[in-house]
Every structure is written in structure tokens, then in C-alpha cells.
């Protein structure tokens, strides 16, 4: 049995729709690597670690959530992609990497919406 394809954007509107309350600002972050984002800091404090939806700085704060859209996927198999949901006001991606600040109020057009694309 084949599996179904996401839509991203439907996971995107999903995601950010349960982390509302939480969360002030949304990043999606592309890179090239491990699961972890390493390099990768927000409000320049390094990410330590990523797991169960939850992002930690290196000295253990509590630094936001994130889903992964991609993981090890792309040409090389080794691109990520994570939608990271944070009160912090920056996302420094790692030295592979890129961010792009996603709208919360996204629409499920993705003509429409200019900070996230598949």
C-alpha cells in the first residue's frame, strides 16, 4: 500500500493553529544535516536539542516547539525542514541553512502566502 503524500501547507495551517496559544512567532528553517539543527540559534541562543516537539538551548532552556515537514529528504537526502514556533524574535539559521518568517494567519492558497512555500 502506497503512502499518502502531506500537503504541506494543510500541516503548516494545522501546526500553527495548535501552537497559537503558545507561540508569538513562526520560522521555517531549511538545512542541510542531522535532525538536529546545529549552528542554528534563536535570539542567539544555540539549539541544543530538538525531540518530542519541543526545541532546547544548549544550557537547557525551553525555546519554542517545531514539527519536521522534511526529514532527510531533498536531492541529497539530507535536507530538513522544521516549522518552529517560538516567543523569541529570531531564527538564526545553522551555516547550511536558511529561515524564512511564516505569517501565522497563513491560508491554505499557497499563491497567497509569501513566507511559506512546499
Given at each position: 500500500?502506497?503512502?499518502?503524500?502531506?500537503?504541506?501547507m494543510?500541516?503548516?495551517?494545522?501546526?500553527?493553529?495548535?501552537?497559537?496559544?503558545?507561540?508569538?512567532n513562526?520560522?521555517?528553517?531549511?538545512?542541510?544535516?542531522?535532525k538536529?539543527?546545529?549552528?542554528a540559534?534563536?535570539?542567539?541562543?544555540?539549539?541544543?536539542?530538538?525531540?518530542?516537539?519541543?526545541?532546547?538551548?544548549?544550557?537547557?532552556?525551553?525555546?519554542?516547539?517545531?514539527?519536521?515537514?522534511?526529514?532527510?529528504?531533498?536531492?541529497?537526502?539530507?535536507?530538513?525542514?522544521?516549522?518552529?514556533?517560538?516567543?523569541?524574535?529570531?531564527?538564526?539559521?545553522?551555516?547550511?541553512?536558511?529561515?524564512?518568517?511564516?505569517?501565522?494567519?497563513?491560508?491554505?492558497?499557497?499563491?497567497k502566502?509569501?513566507?511559506?512555500?512546499?
Amino acid at each position: 500500500m502506497a503512502e499518502e503524500k502531506k500537503d504541506p501547507m494543510a500541516m503548516a495551517q494545522a501546526l500553527i493553529g495548535q501552537m497559537m496559544g503558545k507561540s508569538e512567532n513562526f520560522f521555517l528553517l531549511t538545512y542541510e544535516g542531522s535532525k538536529i539543527p546545529r549552528g542554528a540559534a534563536i535570539d542567539n541562543v544555540e539549539i541544543g536539542w530538538t525531540q518530542h516537539g519541543m526545541v532546547t538551548g544548549k544550557g537547557g532552556e525551553q525555546l519554542g516547539y517545531y514539527e519536521r515537514i522534511v526529514e532527510f529528504g531533498g536531492s541529497t537526502g539530507n535536507t530538513q525542514v522544521m516549522l518552529i514556533a517560538t516567543n523569541g524574535k529570531s531564527l538564526t539559521p545553522p551555516p547550511s541553512g536558511t529561515v524564512n518568517k511564516v505569517d501565522s494567519k497563513i491560508t491554505a492558497s499557497p499563491a497567497k502566502n509569501k513566507g511559506l512555500r512546499p
